[in-house]
């Protein structure tokens, strides 16, 4: 995406936020488990009148993600089995973000949106307190547990919902949306050639697709495909 959407810093908060659980005695768990101090919470400003907040792993936290998906990808030859990136929000997501707004601006109405390899969820974040239909879908629990608990503080659940879903599994087919979403998911050869086949199964049905990257290892892959 070019032109009027751009990267704005994002405002953290302070290294130790209230509790991204339901109850502080308890961790959030996934494929991972955190304890309250594992998260900050980031204020992103998604345009001039809107902002939305997401949860993401703390730096130390991060590290210690990053750590054991390279030990899982050792022990399975190569196969992303783990990965750390979800935990995280990244720049591309916000430029996302900003043209999923402009995109609802454009076409009033109720339309339902599916983003994939959601991570934070930034995006879905934004698209459900746009008002709009969500299903934010990561092929871990782990970064989705968190999204829950973003949308949970911001009373966003009855629009956004969570869903495992691996876009590799060419077998299942994509769940129904009007509108299908991806940010920087361009970093590995097998999910850019999966992603770039997604993206025909949406067109193909109808729906229009929206995806950002910030120029990763396998965007000419996605693009060639």
Same mark, same amino acid.
């Given at each position: 995406f070019s032109g009027s959407l751009s990267f704005a810093g994002? +405002?953290?908060?302070?290294? +130790? &936020?209230? *509790?991204?659980? +339901? /109850?502080a005695a308890h961790s959030v768990t996934g494929d991972a488990t955190f304890m309250p101090d594992d998260f900050v919470k980031i204020d992103v400003a998604v345009g001039s009148n809107l902002q939305v907040s997401v949860l993401e792993a703390s730096g130390k936290k991060q590290s210690q993600l990053a750590g054991?998906?390279?030990?899982? %990808? %050792?022990?399975? /030859? $190569?196969?992303? !089995?783990?990965?750390?990136h979800g935990a995280a929000v990244w720049p591309a997501s916000q430029v996302l973000s900003q043209a999923v707004a402009a995109?609802? %601006?454009a076409e009033? #109405? $109720? !339309?339902?949106?599916?983003?994939? #390899?959601?991570?934070? #969820?930034?995006?879905s974040l934004t698209a459900a307190k746009l008002g =709009?239909?969500? =299903?934010?879908?990561?092929?871990? %629990?782990? &970064?989705?547990?968190i999204l829950d608990e973003s949308a949970r503080q911001q009373? =966003?659940?009855a629009n956004l919902r969570t869903q495992v879903f691996d876009v590799c599994d060419? /077998?299942? &087919?994509? &769940?129904?949306?009007?509108?299908?979403?991806a940010s920087d998911v361009l970093y590995r050869r097998e999910t850019s050639e999966a992603f770039a086949q997604r993206v025909v199964e949406a067109? *193909?049905? $109808?729906?229009?697709v929206l995806i950002s990257d910030m120029g990763r290892a396998s965007r000419s892959v996605f693009l060639y495909e």
């Open positions: 994002y +405002r953290r908060s302070s290294p +130790r &936020p209230r *509790s991204p659980c +339901r /109850d054991a998906a390279f030990t899982a %990808q %050792q022990i399975s /030859d $190569g196969k992303v !089995i783990a990965d750390a995109y609802a %601006q009033p #109405g $109720g !339309i339902s949106v599916l983003e994939l #390899g959601a991570g934070c #969820g930034l995006v =709009l239909e969500v =299903l934010a879908t990561d092929f871990r %629990q782990m &970064p989705l547990t009373n =966003l659940s060419l /077998d299942v &087919p994509l &769940p129904p949306a009007d509108l299908v979403v067109r *193909s049905r $109808g729906s229009r």
